[in-house]
């Protein structure tokens, strides 16, 4: 699946493949150190951040989950 923006979706490929490769190679198996694609996933979010801000998408009133950012407590 593509990104929100041209530009974002070879970033996205990168996040997907190396997220992939340690959830299998390492998550899966006990090892939960770390996650060594935070940079990738970083990047990729002020890419499409920007995409978004450019197409005018309307996004008041949603959250969006990713690194650093936790439930709320009355979420269920």
């Known amino acids: 699946m593509n990104s929100v923006g ?3 979706t070879d970033m996205k490929r990168e996040y ?3 997220f992939n490769r340690w959830f299998a190679e390492k998550f899966l198996k006990g090892d939960g150190s770390g996650d060594p694609c935070t940079d990738l996933f970083k990047r990729y979010q002020q890419c499409v951040q920007k995409a978004i801000k450019e197409k005018e998408i309307p996004i008041e009133g949603l959250e969006f989950m990713g690194h650093g950012k936790e439930k709320s407590e009355n979420s269920s």
């Open 6 to 8: 041209e530009a974002c």
């Open 16 to 18: 997907d493949q190396c």
